[in-house]
Protein backbone atom coordinates (compact mmCIF):
# COMPACT_ATOMS: atom_id res chain seq x y z
CA UNK A 1 0.00 0.00 0.00
CA UNK A 2 0.66 3.67 -0.40
CA UNK A 3 3.09 4.95 2.22
CA UNK A 4 4.34 8.35 2.72
CA UNK A 5 7.21 8.99 5.69
CA UNK A 6 8.24 12.72 6.31
CA UNK A 7 11.73 13.83 7.96
CA UNK A 8 13.56 16.87 8.58
CA UNK A 9 11.49 18.80 10.59
CA UNK A 10 12.16 20.94 13.92
CA UNK A 11 12.85 24.02 15.52
CA UNK A 12 14.62 26.97 13.72
CA UNK A 13 15.15 30.43 14.36
CA UNK A 14 13.24 32.80 11.66
CA UNK A 15 14.86 33.78 8.75
CA UNK A 16 16.50 30.47 8.90
CA UNK A 17 16.43 27.23 6.69
CA UNK A 18 15.00 23.70 6.70
CA UNK A 19 14.67 20.88 4.36
CA UNK A 20 12.28 18.31 4.11
CA UNK A 21 12.17 15.23 2.93
CA UNK A 22 9.09 12.68 2.20
CA UNK A 23 10.02 9.12 1.56
CA UNK A 24 7.25 6.95 -1.06
CA UNK A 25 6.86 3.72 -1.18
CA UNK A 26 3.72 1.14 -2.68
CA UNK A 27 3.50 3.36 -5.98
CA UNK A 28 5.47 3.92 -9.08
CA UNK A 29 6.68 7.54 -7.50
CA UNK A 30 7.80 8.43 -10.77
CA UNK A 31 4.60 8.70 -12.01
CA UNK A 32 2.58 10.35 -9.67
CA UNK A 33 2.26 14.60 -8.76
CA UNK A 34 3.00 15.13 -5.34
CA UNK A 35 2.20 17.99 -2.95
CA UNK A 36 2.75 19.44 -0.12
CA UNK A 37 0.53 20.88 2.70
CA UNK A 38 0.37 22.01 5.60
CA UNK A 39 -2.43 22.01 9.03
CA UNK A 40 -1.85 24.55 12.15
CA UNK A 41 -4.33 24.04 15.04
CA UNK A 42 -7.55 25.64 14.85
CA UNK A 43 -6.96 26.59 10.77
CA UNK A 44 -7.71 24.98 7.32
CA UNK A 45 -5.60 22.88 5.84
CA UNK A 46 -3.12 24.76 3.38
CA UNK A 47 -1.75 23.84 0.10
CA UNK A 48 2.27 24.92 0.32
CA UNK A 49 3.03 23.44 -3.38
CA UNK A 50 3.16 20.91 -5.75
CA UNK A 51 5.58 19.31 -8.18
CA UNK A 52 4.61 17.20 -12.04
CA UNK A 53 5.98 13.83 -11.82
CA UNK A 54 8.90 14.44 -13.90
CA UNK A 55 9.79 17.51 -11.15
CA UNK A 56 10.35 19.84 -14.08
CA UNK A 57 7.20 21.83 -13.07
CA UNK A 58 6.27 22.99 -9.87
CA UNK A 59 3.57 25.49 -8.70
CA UNK A 60 3.54 27.23 -4.89
CA UNK A 61 0.70 28.94 -2.64
CA UNK A 62 1.27 32.52 -2.72
CA UNK A 63 2.44 32.64 1.27
CA UNK A 64 5.51 30.62 0.48
CA UNK A 65 6.01 31.79 -3.18
CA UNK A 66 9.49 32.82 -3.64
CA UNK A 67 10.95 31.07 -0.32
CA UNK A 68 10.47 27.34 -0.53
CA UNK A 69 11.34 25.04 -3.09
CA UNK A 70 10.01 21.70 -4.39
CA UNK A 71 11.68 18.85 -5.60
CA UNK A 72 12.13 15.38 -6.32
CA UNK A 73 14.90 12.67 -7.06
CA UNK A 74 12.63 9.63 -8.65
CA UNK A 75 15.71 7.59 -8.19
CA UNK A 76 15.49 7.87 -4.39
CA UNK A 77 11.34 7.63 -4.21
CA UNK A 78 12.19 11.05 -2.15
CA UNK A 79 10.14 14.67 -2.64
CA UNK A 80 12.21 17.15 -0.72
CA UNK A 81 10.49 20.70 0.25
CA UNK A 82 13.28 23.40 0.50
CA UNK A 83 12.41 26.00 3.17
CA UNK A 84 13.87 29.52 3.35
CA UNK A 85 13.41 33.02 4.88
CA UNK A 86 11.33 30.79 7.54
CA UNK A 87 8.65 32.86 9.66
CA UNK A 88 6.53 32.70 12.33
CA UNK A 89 3.38 31.82 10.09
CA UNK A 90 5.17 29.03 8.32
CA UNK A 91 5.28 26.80 11.75
CA UNK A 92 2.54 23.81 11.25
CA UNK A 93 2.56 19.94 10.75
CA UNK A 94 3.72 19.64 7.29
CA UNK A 95 2.19 16.57 4.94
CA UNK A 96 3.87 15.59 1.59
CA UNK A 97 0.59 14.19 -0.07
CA UNK A 98 -0.02 11.58 -3.38
CA UNK A 99 -2.29 12.70 -6.13
CA UNK A 100 -4.88 10.03 -7.32
CA UNK A 101 -4.42 10.14 -10.79
CA UNK A 102 -1.25 9.03 -12.34
CA UNK A 103 0.00 12.54 -14.68
CA UNK A 104 -2.43 14.95 -13.13
CA UNK A 105 -1.75 17.66 -10.76
CA UNK A 106 -4.19 18.01 -7.63
CA UNK A 107 -3.46 20.69 -5.24
CA UNK A 108 -5.03 20.17 -1.91
CA UNK A 109 -7.43 16.98 -3.72
CA UNK A 110 -4.66 14.20 -2.68
CA UNK A 111 -5.51 10.89 -2.18
CA UNK A 112 -3.04 9.75 0.44
CA UNK A 113 -0.81 11.49 2.98
CA UNK A 114 1.90 10.93 5.51
CA UNK A 115 1.78 11.00 8.71
CA UNK A 116 3.41 14.76 9.14
CA UNK A 117 6.69 16.74 10.02
CA UNK A 118 6.57 19.45 12.97
CA UNK A 119 7.86 22.42 11.48
CA UNK A 120 8.57 25.26 14.58
CA UNK A 121 9.83 28.86 13.46
CA UNK A 122 10.46 30.60 16.72
CA UNK A 123 12.86 32.67 18.82
Known amino acids: QVQLVESGGGLVQPGGSLRLSCTAS????????MTWVRQTPGKELEWVGG????????RYGDSVKGRFTLSRDNAENTLYLQMNSLKPEDTAVYFC????????????????RGQGTQVTVSS
Open 97 to 112: AKCPIRWVSCESKYSS
Open 26 to 33: GFTFSTYS
Open 51 to 58: INPTGDRT
